[in-house]
Structure formats: structure tokens, C-alpha cells
DNA sequence: CCAGAAAACATAGCATTGCTATGCCATGTA
DNA sequence: TACATGGCATAGCAATGCTATGTTTTCTGG
């Protein structure tokens, strides 16, 4: 009845996109379909304007890291895992950090927060197989505990990815997350352990 | 020898572009001094531009949040008043929030990172303090426990600010101030109550 | 006291921004 | 095979930040 659209030209916009905040070039309507051979038109039709484009490549961020938590394999130390789900929660942000910006930017619609529980959900679960493994006291509601893990990864990383603070201070995250399982009930020794080789899964950047 | 620039300009213009972003007006050159009797110029001859109005906005941002630090006033415990200046960071942000977005948007120099600094070295006192008084174990560092209850309170209120968490969230703050100070040395019971008592300072909003 | 100069200030215009109006063309359907 | 629908291209709009240029004001040196 018509022509169709070549979801092949969102993904094209949206990786030119990705990458123009990468090398740092402003992205503006023209800027970012030059090169290409689509028209201005096209963010139009795929995005319904330049706002449609940056909640897009929001959406985008927010699956980046919901595939990388998947990488997280689950272990026998529900405790180690949680803290490498926060381990590669930093990782992303650390190795898209203008993306991760953009994530956090205003604007924070109905549909980009549901990308954000999508993506909290995972921490929930850890914290639910570390309370059914009996690590955490049972009155501990897994969603609170999650969202304070949320909480400190995020207020690090961005304190970080925003200039004020120098990429060194993400060390902080570990004894931060042990001090909170300790604080709802995980031996402490057992906790620092568990901490420890969870954490290892991140690998920071050289130059900080 | 030449005209002197008048400084109430200056401030007429900030506090028109503070209420502004109180009141979710767009902040354009034409429109900050639409109203007023000064031209687009004056932007030019007392920030160099927009750009650097809005740094200004960002350093009248940290006066002001070292302003409501001062209020916090030193009582006999310092763990109480280490939270009160946390629950004082709290209440700024949400008094200010989009101003408090603007402070940690995106190009941070070397003078906002000063002010900064200015503000993170109240957090700092109070742990030393704190330290001195024995509360926390003998090798603890100031600054590094200053930028761990920083981050906590940063999480927090920019996950409220910008929209993903509910403002409730942030009664997380306590328990991980809590969880934190213990983790370092405090005595659970004192820490407890030395957090309840210096929490009490903050009105949360009612609509939340 | 008064020229002169320097800086604040006003006006106008520039390139660039996101967006929309308009027409063309490809494509799926009847 | 005709046609209508929606993707696509072009051109142009208002608004943006900024700068060039002239005017006015005010401090200073003689």
C-alpha cells in the first residue's frame, strides 16, 4: 500500500549517532545525516524529530547494559555476583561515559524508565538470591537494597563521567558496597571476600 | 578612564536566570533579558557569553549550597552533624533541583571544580572531627569517607532529580550513612542515633 | 575644566539550529 | 495496471548564539 520503512537507516543513525559522542562532535540534525545519503527528513520519519533521536540512543544505552549484565554469570556467591553486576555497571559507564550522560540527562520519560527498572530488576534479583542464600537478614526487601547499590554505583560513576571527581575514586565502590550487605546482615569477613572477587570483574581505565 | 560596569547587572541577570529555571522557562540569550532594559549585549560584557553565564549559575549553585552548610551548626557529636550536612545537601537539591542539574551538567572546569572542592571540604571537617572524637578507627581518611557520603548523597538526588526514583528515595540516606560510618569504626547503637538525630533536619517535600 | 580615550552599550546582521511545508517517487494493493 | 499511501528530498521558516560596527558614557591627564 505504501513504501516501508529500512529499519536499517535507524540503526545506521543510531551507531552514527553512538559514535559522533564517542570522538566528541557535536550532533545536530545535519551534522549527523551528513555523510550519509539520507535526508534530514529521515530523523523525522524514524525518531519524529531530534528529541525522538536522543530518547532513542537513550533506549540504546540502557539495552548496552542490560546485555552487558547478562554477561554477569551467576555463581555459587550470590553476594559476589551483586557486587559484579555493580562492578559492570561501572564498567559500561566507564567505557561509554557520553553515552552514560546522555542516559541520565533530563528528560526522563514513561518509556526510559521503564528501561531503568528493566535494568534494575537485575540487581533485584541478585539481592533476592543473596537473602534466599540467607546472606541478608530476611526482613531486607530486596528492591530497597538494590536501589542503595543503585544508588552508590550511580552517584560514583557520575560524580566521575561529570569532571568533578578524577576515575580513581570508583575504588570507593567496593568498600561502600561491603559496609551496605554488612550493614542488613552478611558476615563481615565472608562479605569482603565475597566483595573482592566480585569486583575483580572490573578493569579500569589506564590514565586515571 | 572608561565606563564601569555596574555588578547589579550581574546578579539582576543570575537571579532572573535562576527563576527561570525555577520556573521552567526556556533560558535563551533573547529571553534572559527580554523584560529588563539591558541589551543581549550585557550577556557578553559580564560572562563572555552564554556559556559562561551559565558557569556562573553553576558557582552562584555551590554559594549557595556552602551557604546552607554554614547553617548546619556544630553540636557535641560529630557523626550528627556529618549527617546533618548530608541531609543539608539533601534539602538544597531539592529546593534547587534543576539548579542542582545544572551543577553537575556536563563541563566542569577548573573553577567549578574549586567550588566544589569548597563544599566537599565542610564534609571533610566534620569527619575529622568526628575522627578526633574517636568515633571512627584511627585509619580512616577524612577525605575518602567526605567523598564516599558525597556519592551516596549525589546518587540519591540525582536519580530523584532527574526523574527515575520517586522522592522517597531518599530516605535510603540515612540507613547508608549508617552503614557506612559503622563500617569504619562506629559503634552501631551511637551511630544509630547520632544519624537519626542529625537526619531530623531534613523537610522532605510533601507530594511524594 | 575640558578634550580624549576606553569600555559599556545598542543595533543589526551573520551562520547554524531544529523543524515544517510542499512536491516527488517508490511500492504494495486492488 | 492504475492508484493511493507513505517514505524521501528540497527549500525555507523562526529562533538561537554570536559578532561586527557604531554610539554613548565616564574616568583620566593636562
Redesign the interface.
Known sequence: MARTKDPAIRTLLLERAAHMLRTREPITLRSLVAGTNVSTMAVYTYFGGMDGMWKALRQEGFTRLAARFTTVAESADPVRDLTALVAAYLGNALDHPDLY?VM?????DLE??KA?DATLEHLVQAVRRAKDAERFRAGTDPL?LA??S???????V??VA????PPR?LD?CA??L???F???GDDPGRCRSSVEHGWKRLRLPEDR
Open positions: 550522560r541520565f540527562d533530563a528528560s526522563f526510559d524508565l531503568a530497597d536501589i542503595q543503585w544508588a552508590i554505583a550511580h552517584g560514583l557520575s560524580l561529570n569532571g568533578p571527581l575514586t570507593h568498600p561502600m561491603a559496609a551496605l554488612v550493614s542488613v
